[in-house]
């Protein structure tokens, strides 16, 4: 690993913290020059990931290191995408980049979560990845439907531009069950996201105070964002939050439920009554 690369590993736990910048380059300069930051900062992360996977070799999560990879990757774009936010209907064009990235980041991180729960090892712990990566599915339709919704139809419309009280009832009832589908697919989110650390924990490839914090912190939001104003429990950049960290994770960590290698032949000649060996 050379110096770049090992530079690039380092700067993976700092990823997230560009949302900051970001978000004075979306806003304060123009869109163009946050996708610009955005984009070289998802470079440099996926090269981080990269420089990891090929340090940590073959034997990493499983037999490969794309699950851990996928959950950075999808952190990766929602970092980028997500300081163009929220979405504005005046701006049709940069509302529709924003939706689009983040559910592009959440089918990464949903794609990462099933394929973590197939690499591992004992059933028990693949079992309850299995049912968190499910649930995490549930959470990407009901976003997906919600957004979508709000992308076809209600922010197409001469009514998003106006306050509340001009809206007419189908139109209100329509937003309300936009906020619905968001609110429920963030809860379903994090409730997958509990129990995906919660299964890393049992398999040993998470430390077990990083797994109780994601699971304490996710399974806070599952209340909060399903019954408080979405700003500021339900910011969609905070769901990637725990898998981008358990990416990161899994991709310094050797796999410890592997088989043992079997012996080497200068190690059995040790062994009494082998007559191979005698």
């Known amino acids: 690993m050379n110096d770049i ?3 690039a590993r380092r700067y993976l736990p700092f990823a997230p913290f560009a949302i900051i910048p970001l978000l004075g380059l979306y806003h304060l300069v123009d869109v163009r020059a946050g996708v610009v930051g955005g984009l070289a900062n998802l470079v440099v992360t996926l090269f981080g990931a990269r420089a990891a996977a090929r340090s940590t070799g ?5 037999a490969t290191p794309v699950a851990a990879a996928l959950l950075v990757a999808g952190g990766g774009v929602i970092w980028m995408v997500g300081p163009s936010g929220p979405p504005d209907p005046a701006n049709l064009a940069v509302l529709t980049y924003n ?3 983040l559910t592009l980041g959440f089918l990464l991180i949903v794609l990462g979560a099933t394929a973590t729960a197939a690499a591992l090892v004992e059933r028990s712990e693949r079992a309850i990845a299995a049912v968190a990566a499910s649930t995490m599915v549930l959470g990407l339709v009901a976003w997906s439907l919600g957004e979508g919704l709000g992308t076809a139809t209600l ?3 001469n009514y998003a531009l106006q306050p509340e009280t001009q809206w007419p009832e189908w139109y209100a009832a329509l937003y309300g069950f936009r906020i619905l589908l968001a609110r429920t697919s963030e809860s379903l989110m994090y409730a997958g996201e509990a129990g995906l650390a919660y299964a890393l924990l049992r398999s ?3 430390r077990r105070r990083s797994a109780f914090a994601m699971v304490a912190f996710a ?10 104003p979405t700003i500021p429990f339900g910011i969609p950049a ?8 358990a990416g990161v994770s899994l991709l310094g960590t050797r796999q410890p439920n592997s088989a043992p290698e079997p012996p080497r032949a200068r190690d059995v000649r040790g062994f009494k009554g082998t007559s191979a060996a005698t």
Request: glycine share 8%; net charge neutral; proline share 6%.
């Open 5 to 7: 690369e090992r530079l």
């Open 58 to 62: 073959r034997d990493a999560v499983g």
């Open 99 to 101: 939706q689009a990235g």
């Open 155 to 157: 922010w197409r419309t």
């Open 204 to 206: 040993g490839l998470l």
């Open 219 to 228: 399974l806070a939001e599952v209340p909060l964002t399903a019954t408080l």
């Open 238 to 245: 905070w769901m990637a939050l725990i898998p981008y960290y």
